[in-house]
């Protein structure tokens, strides 16, 4: 008798989901896009986000509908998708605390946010829970500067890992590389980004309707994928 295959679990890349929030709380935080003197503005996206408050204002957008504008307009999926817009796209991967460093082999399936604009990549103190035992691990034991996007610096534990990417169907795929990552705790609405070491392996690159990140360890295998 054929048995199906076992699924493979990698938890999604933000853990722990935000609770609902109502329609008058995402008008109150879209606002404060528009406000020159809170660090959410962007002149870039006024008209989009006036927009878009003026849909939750007149009842036509509800909290988790999609809703496509471009240049202060609603538009179709199809148009916005020709805009030049960014997108995110997730990957699935093993991780595990580097061998090099003390690392016990144990790993661990997560979901990574492919972030080209993060050098080091987020390590969630539940995941770090899964990566066996700590007492000849090396890394966590210094605190290093960490300036995000809006110009805030923090201070977190380094760590050291080992990250090999899998398919949709949670095979291995590729060769396992290095990244230097901060541990984070895991509250509502954080995501997993990735790192450099990715990007030091694999050739990544979309079509040009980004819906697919095509990977590739040589840019031969990039121009295939694509073409």
Known sequence: MNQEPKKIYFRPSCPVP????TVQERIAVLKRALD???FLYSLKQAKNV????RLYEDGKLQIGEEVWISDGAVVQKEEY?????HYFHELLALIRLSLWAGGDGSTTNIT???DTGSDIMTLLDTDLANLGNLDNYIGGTDIIPISSANGIVEYLWRHYLDVQLCTQAGEPMGRWFDEIAVLRRAYPGIATLTGSGIRRVFWMGTSPIFDTLAIAETRGGMTSLLG
Do not use: S, Y
């Open 112 to 114: 990574m946010m492919n």
């Open 81 to 85: 998708e020709h805009t030049g817009k």
């Open 50 to 53: 006036e927009a878009v408050i």
């Open 36 to 38: 020159p003197k809170d």
């Open 18 to 21: 935000r609770p609902p929030i």
